[in-house]
């Protein structure tokens, strides 16, 4: 059996470079005043919109722009090594030696007894998934361990990260309690609870309570639209992508139309704009 030979750990030229390149931006004397101004917290956000454009061109096939968008991601990953560097808390090859190790732990069945030259053995993904949380579960036990007994005990919605983007977050939460039985069981009693909090935001709105009370209702509404999704199989992320690029291709009908009549957008009716709008669907854009 022909094994994959796996290069040794150590960086390309070009990992070299665009570490080098940070590390100049950085440099406090001839760095740049913009670069030098960013912390991790600062980055954090740019860090979720990279891994979104990478979503986006991968949506759309385009691979020249998802080798630059992963590029683009990839920055956030040196970016914020560099300045943990900095810091003298770790540095980038720590990052990576770091995630090379755990796939390596958690996929004993491939890289058996620490050896890359052994074949693998045949596990099913169902088995790969089971085996992955015995091994989370242990490596969690050993860092117990390792702070001297017993990590602090979790709330049961702890296992969802408050890291994740707010849609996928909320359906994450949702499917959790879901598994002690905390759930509806048929998606209209979902959709009817979604007709009760447009009700309460009415509601709100003729009570003239402030902002934070209708963002506060607002919430429920977002929250309950993505469990009427997860109740449908249908990721709510995705379904607001789509719908995101529904907008855009209508609302460009809509443009081109008054273009093509020698009207500005600033300059057409919202009579007329939603006369062109019915006309994109009945086009089925």
């Known amino acids: 059996m022909t094994l994959v030979n796996l290069p040794a750990l150590a960086a390309t030229p070009a990992l070299q470079r665009l570490i080098q390149i940070m590390a100049r931006l950085r440099d406090p004397e ?5 670069d030098l101004a960013q912390t991790p917290a600062t980055l954090a956000p740019y860090t979720i919109e990279e891994a979104y454009e990478v979503i986006d061109a991968i949506a759309r096939g385009d691979s020249a722009d998802w080798r630059e968008e992963l590029g683009d991601l990839l920055l956030q990953v040196v970016f914020q090594a560099q ?9 980038f090859d720590a990052v990576a030696l770091s995630i090379a190790e755990k796939l390596e732990r958690r996929h004993p069945h491939i890289f058996r007894d620490g050896r890359l030259d052994l074949p693998r053995l045949d596990l099913t993904a169902d088995e790969v998934s089971a085996q992955w949380g015995v091994i989370k579960a242990q490596e969690k036990a050993l860092k117990a361990a390792a702070h001297g007994g017993e990590l602090p005990p979790a709330a049961f919605l702890d296992k969802v990260g ?3 983007p707010p849609l996928l977050r909320a359906e994450k939460l949702q499917a959790r309690a879901s598994e002690v039985g905390y759930d509806w069981h048929d998606p209209r009693a979902v959709i009817a609870k979604l007709r009760e909090e447009i009700d309460e935001l009415e509601a709100a709105l003729d009570e003239q309570l402030p902002q934070a009370e209708l963002q506060d209702e607002l919430g429920d509404i977002l929250f309950c639209c993505v469990n009427i999704g997860r109740h449908l199989q249908v990721d709510s992320e995705q379904a607001l992508l789509g719908g995101i690029a529904k907008f855009r291709r209508r609302f460009g009908h809509i443009e081109q139309q008054l273009k093509a009549r020698s009207v500005a957008l600033a300059d057409a009716s919202l009579d007329d704009m939603e006369a062109l709008w019915q006309d994109a669907k009945k086009a089925g854009l």
């Open 83 to 91: 300045l943990a560097q900095e810091q003298g808390l770790f540095d």
């Open 162 to 164: 408050a890291g994740l």
């Open 30 to 34: 001839q760095g740049c005043n913009w």
